[in-house]
């Protein structure tokens, strides 16, 4: 009875394996073959002499072993050779130097034999997991994948696929309007699949671009059919982003396309992304329209560009540079990320007002500081002198760098 149950569990291994998913029959039998192959290596010293024919589908395997034919009182191995006499009763017609084969029944070779076995097989099983489990989401790299909240912690979330297989999502890699229970379907897009130690680790990501990038070809057909590029990205995760598009066909309006009828394809991506702002502008190759068309809705007054050094000098009524600038800086960022220029904006000077540039008084103020004051649209000293205190609060100067910025500034005038 022992050896009956035992060779049920063996049995049971081929079942194992049979209802694995992305193992292709051909390396489940490879698989198999080497595991039965590992164990007789250990039992005889080696495999060499020994046929293993695997019949998965009925759940078993056939082992023949090849023995030398020798005289008798001459077996020097029994693993390798066996005696004339002992060969007659297998083969009535062998002769001494000829092989005999002889079947082995594995399920005799006892109980550590068979877990042996087993434990071999089950550690193949987990390899090909492990294996299966990271080809699919090295494939699936960028796409957008579905998965349901397991595990909250501090630092990172546990997801787990329709598959039962878990996904790791970084505090980083939320959105900062996030907020999920255990039991949420929760959409991101696959990052990347780290693999130390043969122990695939799937990181997904809702902040990645890609994911805004992957929502929009889903909502708009013309994208999903390519008759519309999305040619850049730009994203502050669950603040605002924007978003470049071009059109093949010259009866399509790209932008139009992607916000749909009153908005009707861009606000579910909108909801998908925490309320995230999404500007959806048309991608130009020519460099000044295309900053100009970024720092919307701020309109420009006139741009000077340095296209070597990727750097765009933008001159705006006074009135317009705080559109330029965005709350936080944060649409001025964004135009800088989408287009790849490095921009300072500039307030126009009016004919017959007096004013210079803060890049004139670099002997006296500090680099960094100008850079500071520029980013937030202030690039002439008269800017700075009238700006008000919660503007230059976003500076984030000492208050002692910025008197002396002040008075710097008004002892030109004073003069």
């Given at each position: 009875?022992a ?6 569990n ?9 209802e ?9 039998i ?9 164990v007789l290596a250990k039992?005889?010293?080696?495999d060499?002499n020994?046929?293993?024919i695997?019949?998965p589908?009925?759940g078993?395997?056939?082992?023949y072993?090849n023995l030398?034919v020798v005289?008798?009182g001459e077996v020097?191995?029994?693993?390798m050779?066996i ?5 007659r009763?297998?083969d009535?017609?062998c002769e001494?130097g000829e092989?005999?084969?002889?079947r082995?029944?594995f ?10 076995l087993?434990q071999t097989?089950?550690s ?9 489990i ?7 790299e960028?796409?957008?994948v579905a998965?349901?909240v397991h595990?909250?912690?501090k ?7 329709e598959d ?16 999920f ?9 696959v990052k990347?699949?780290d ?14 671009e ?9 909502e708009v057909p ?7 590029t ?6 502050i ?6 978003i470049?598009v071009e059109s093949?066909?010259d009866r399509?309006?790209?932008?139009g396309?992607c916000?749909?009828?009153?908005g009707?394809?861009?606000h579910g991506i ?7 702002n999404?500007d ?8 000044s329209?295309?900053?100009q ?7 420009i007054?006139s741009?000077?560009?340095n296209?070597?050094e990727?750097?765009a000098?933008?001159f705006l ?5 705080s ?11 964004l135009?800088?990320?989408l287009?790849?220029?490095s921009?300072d ?46 503007l ?7 208050d002692?760098?910025l ?11 004073d003069d």
């Amino acid at each position: 009875m022992a050896k009956k149950a035992e060779t049920v569990n063996m049995v049971d291994q081929f079942q194992e394996f049979k209802e694995l998913k992305n193992i292709d029959k051909t390396t489940m039998i490879s698989v198999l073959e080497e595991s039965f192959r590992n164990v007789l290596a250990k039992m005889f010293g080696t495999d060499e002499n020994f046929d293993v024919i695997m019949n998965p589908d009925k759940g078993d395997c056939e082992i023949y072993q090849n023995l030398e034919v020798v005289p008798d009182g001459e077996v020097e191995n029994k693993d390798m050779q066996i005696g004339l006499t002992e060969a007659r009763e297998i083969d009535p017609e062998c002769e001494i130097g000829e092989d005999v084969t002889r079947r082995i029944f594995f399920e005799k070779f006892g109980r550590r034999a068979i877990l042996t076995l087993r434990q071999t097989l089950q550690s193949k099983i987990l390899d090909l997991q492990k294996d299966a489990i990271y080809s699919k989401f090295k494939e699936l790299e960028g796409e957008v994948v579905a998965a349901e909240v397991h595990q909250i912690w501090k630092r990172e979330m546990l997801l787990i696929d329709e598959d039962q297989n878990e996904l790791i999502m970084p505090k980083d890699e939320q959105i900062p309007g996030d907020f999920f229970h255990k039991g949420d379907v929760v959409k991101a897009i696959v990052k990347r699949v780290d693999n130390p130690n043969n122990n695939p680790k799937v990181i997904v990501s809702r902040t990645d671009e890609r994911f805004l990038r992957r929502l929009f070809e889903q909502e708009v057909p013309e994208i999903h059919d390519g008759l519309i590029t999305i040619r850049d990205v730009a994203r502050i995760p669950g603040e605002r982003a924007k978003i470049a598009v071009e059109s093949y066909d010259d009866r399509i309006d790209p932008v139009g396309a992607c916000v749909g009828i009153k908005g009707s394809r861009i606000h579910g991506i909108v909801r998908e992304l925490r309320n995230e702002n999404i500007d959806v502008i048309s991608y130009t190759a020519n460099p000044s329209l295309y900053i100009q068309r970024a720092l919307s809705p701020a309109k420009i007054s006139s741009i000077r560009l340095n296209e070597e050094e990727k750097k765009a000098e933008v001159f705006l009524h006074p009135d317009e540079v705080s559109l330029a600038i965005g709350k936080g800086g944060m649409n001025i960022r964004l135009a800088t990320m989408l287009t790849g220029y490095s921009i300072d904006v500039y307030r126009d000077i009016e004919e017959g007002e007096e004013d210079i540039y803060l890049d004139e008084f670099s002997d006296e103020i500090d680099g960094w500081v100008i850079e500071a004051l520029k980013n937030l649209g202030l690039g002439t000293a008269k800017a700075v002198l009238n700006a008000s205190k919660e503007l230059l609060d976003q500076a984030d100067l000492e208050d002692d760098t910025l008197e002396h910025v002040m008075e710097v500034l008004r002892a030109e005038f004073d003069d």
